[in-house]
């Protein structure tokens, strides 16, 4: 099905350590260590690192004792908002999202660069349908409506899904929505299922009475779409100093969160403002992140497989160098 079969997460850290030590031959000249501002607008969604690291305070206390304050910009509903706000100039990062509309955004000529990549494991995105819909495999979509959302993570399992099933994607209506609009078109019985990301898609189980027809982690074998942190060129040029800060304090955060699974879940559950039972759900899943650098050469080749891969199949309108949209700092 691919050439490229999902790593495992011991592999991920030897390239990482690999690449923290010199030893690959991809890793960038360092960035002149530039700063032209004190001060790094960042924004946040209810979800994943960002959102800890905005509730904890620790991540904003490490910049200030390096001379920089922290604005946080949100809550952002998706990603797609937050390359916007960069790209305008109203932003310095996005909040931590998809690989798959940062690259969408890049060729659409966005001036946006990868400042660091995030793993994250287990993978719970998934293709749910109502319980009463009839709808219990893929199979069972063809002539059916899937909410997506455009050039990301629901789209790009939706296609990985009904290729690994051999349909066509011509006997699958593709209805493009960001998840506040797609969760009550599911609800309403305006779209028949619904591909999408954490805990979107755990709160419409529950809330709605839907059920798995394809999950990420179960379903899929490799790996297309990552995490990450983008900030625009101009902004990585001029205050490398920040964005090497910035990585390190999401660094530090993904270490606490690792090691503080309950601590963390509970603090996502307080501003996100879903149950008890998502939680817990959460909290035994024993979520894990992994962060890799841009100068990651091995990360980056992984990455530019799924970026080929995206563009082959079109959710991607053309192909793009990856190497050419990394911060180097």
Known sequence: MSSFLS???????????????????????????????DTVRLTWGFHGLTLIAKERGVFEKALGEKGIKVEWLGPFPNHAPTLQAVTGGSADFGFGGSTTPAFAAIIAGSPLVFSQFVLYEPRTTA????????????????????????????????????EKHGIDRSKVKFVYLNPPDAAPALASGKVDAWSMWSPGVDIARLEYKAHDIFLEDRDLDFFIDYSSYVTSRKFAQENAQIVKAVASAYETEAKWTNANVVEAETIVQKRAGYSDAIRDQFIERKRHYTLFPASD?????????????????????????????????
């Open 127 to 162: 293709i749910i349908a109502k319980d009463d819909s009839g709808i219990n495999k893929v199979e069972d979509l063809v002539g059916k409506s899937v909410a997506v959302n455009r050039s990301g993570l629901g789209e790009f399992l939706l296609v990985a899904a009904l």
């Open 7 to 37: 790593p495992s997460r011991r592999q991920f850290l030897a390239t990482g350590l690999a690449a923290a030590s010199g030893l690959l031959p991809f890793a960038a000249a360092a960035q002149k260590d530039t700063r032209n501002t």
């Open 297 to 329: 050469a091995a990360f980056v080749a992984q990455l530019q497989k799924a970026a080929d891969w995206l563009a082959e199949r079109k959710i991607l309108p053309e192909k793009i160098t990856v190497s050419d949209h990394l911060a180097t700092f």
